[in-house]
T-cell receptor, first 120, second 107 residues
Framework: GAVVSQHPSRVICKSGTSVKIECRSLDFQATTMFWYRQFPKQSLMLMATSNEGSKATYEQGVEKDKFLINHASLTLSTLTVTSAHPEDSSFYIC????????????????FGPGTRLTVL | AQRVTQPEKLLSVFKGAPVELKCNYSYSGSPELFWYVQYSRQRLQLLLRHISRESIKGFTADLNKGETSFHLKKPFAQEEDSAMYYCVRTGGFKTIFGAGTRLFVKA
C-alpha cells in the first residue's frame, strides 16, 4: 500500500512556457502533500506544503506565483511551474502524508518517483 | 536555525562490518525523526521512524534527546544495503532533510 505516483516522469519544455506536474496518492487519502526540489548531488529541499482544500504554505525563498500548487482532492496535488526558465530545471519530487483510517495523521511521508524538468 | 546534520557524505564499509550513519538535529520542540532510504534507480522510501522503535532490515535507530541524535545502526552490513540514506525531521509543520549519506558496502 501507500503508493504515490507522479506524472510526467520527465518533461522538456521551452523557456517561457508553463509545466504542470501531477502527484497522486493511489491507495490512500492524503490531507497533506509536499513538494520538494532536488538539485544534482544535493538533498531534497522542501518547497511547499499543500493541504487539501486550502492554500499551500511555501517555504522561504520559494515564489508562490512561480510555483502554483493546487490540492483539489485528497488524492491529487498539482505543481505548475509558470513561465519556466532554464534555472527551474531540476528534479521535482512530491510526497503524501497518510491519513490513517483511524483519523490519526502520522508524519510518515510516501514519495513519488519524481519528475525531471528540463527547460531549454 | 533548524537543521538536520549528516556529517558523512560517503560511508564505505566491508560486508559484515558494523555500520553507523550519524544524524544530529536541532529542534526546540518534540520532533519526529525518520530515516529514509533511496536505492539505486528507486524512489525514496521510509526505512525507520523513531516513534515505532522498530528494526527494519536489521537497522535500528534510537532517538537521543540529550545528544539530539538519531544515528542509524546495523551490526552486520550487507551489499544490498548500499544506498543513499536521509535523516529527516518533522515538526512545527516543517520537514527538513539532512544532506544524505551514501553508504557503500564492499564485498
Amino acid at each position: 500500500g501507500a503508493v504515490v505516483s507522479q506524472h510526467p516522469s520527465r518533461v522538456i519544455c521551452k523557456s517561457g512556457t508553463s509545466v504542470k506536474i501531477e502527484c497522486r496518492s493511489l491507495d490512500f487519502q492524503a490531507t497533506t502533500m509536499f513538494w520538494y526540489r532536488q538539485f544534482p548531488k544535493q538533498s531534497l529541499m522542501l518547497m511547499a506544503t499543500s493541504n487539501e482544500g486550502s492554500k499551500a504554505t511555501y517555504e522561504q525563498g520559494v515564489e508562490k506565483d512561480k510555483f502554483l500548487i493546487n490540492h483539489a482532492s485528497l488524492t491529487l496535488s498539482t505543481l505548475t511551474v509558470t513561465s519556466a526558465h532554464p534555472e527551474d530545471s531540476s528534479f521535482y519530487i512530491c510526497s503524501a502524508r497518510d491519513l490513517s483510517t483511524s483519523g490519526v495523521t502520522t508524519d510518515t511521508q510516501y514519495f513519488g518517483p519524481g519528475t525531471r524538468l528540463t527547460v531549454l | 536555525a533548524q537543521r538536520v546534520t549528516q556529517p558523512e557524505k560517503l560511508l564505505s564499509v566491508f560486508k559484515g562490518a558494523p555500520v553507523e550513519l550519524k544524524c544530529n538535529y536541532s529542534y526546540s520542540g518534540s520532533p519526529e525523526l525518520f530515516w529514509y532510504v533511496q536505492y539505486s534507480r528507486q524512489r525514496l522510501q521510509l526505512l525507520l521512524r523513531h516513534i515505532s522503535r522498530e528494526s527494519i532490515k536489521g537497522f535500528t535507530a534510537d532517538l537521543n534527546k540529550g545528544e539530539t541524535s538519531f544515528h542509524l545502526k546495523k551490526p552486520f552490513a550487507q551489499e544490498e544495503d548500499s544506498a543513499m540514506y536521509y535523516c529527516v525531521r518533522t515538526g512545527g509543520f516543517k520537514t527538513i532533510f539532512g544532506a544524505g549519506t551514501r553508504l557503500f558496502v564492499k564485498a
